[in-house]
């Protein structure tokens, strides 16, 4: 099959328009707590007792802004700090309920907002995306998991 040269532009294209309904969705909740600390509590609610310093690696800054972050979603009582019962050193992270019913609230406002956008689509439309997608996600999981991804896709 011959791949199209506007294939990538337009993958592009609708990742930047999915991104925006997704925003749009976040935006459209009066919510004190920032894009940046919604990440944040993202990343601990889904990686439970991450320390400051993982979470630095993972938000790809250094320790002292990662607890800095952490600093004001603890006032907020978004964020709840614990020692470590393997090290005391150590301070694990975790959400509280109040950062957990917020999450939950943004994943089905988001969950509502692509449903929309989906329910303007034609069915078969909604169909073929769906089959392409799922060949994205496991071409994306063949290319970051090391395989020889034209092997891989061959015996698919």
């Not at 800054?61 to 470590?84: I, K, N, W, Y």
């Amino acid at each position: 099959m011959e791949r199209s040269a506007n294939l990538a532009t337009a993958v592009e294209a609708a990742a930047e328009s999915l991104i925006a309904v997704l925003d749009a969705a976040r935006s459209s909740h009066d919510s004190t707590v920032s894009p940046t600390q919604l990440r944040v509590l993202s990343i601990i609610s889904s990686r439970p007792g991450t320390n400051v310093n993982r979470l630095a690696e993972l938000l790809d800054v250094v320790p002292s802004s990662a607890s800095r972050l952490c600093d004001r979603l603890e006032a907020t009582g978004m964020l709840r700090r614990a020692p470590d019962p393997r090290d005391r050193r150590e301070v694990q992270l975790s959400v509280t309920a109040s950062a957990r019913v917020l999450l939950q609230e943004l994943k089905e406002r988001r969950y509502q907002a692509v449903q929309a956008v989906l329910d303007r689509m034609p069915s078969r439309a909604q169909h073929e995306l769906l089959l392409s997608l799922v060949a994205f996600s496991n071409a994306a999981v063949i290319a970051h998991s090391g395989v020889d991804s034209q092997t891989e896709v061959r015996s698919a």
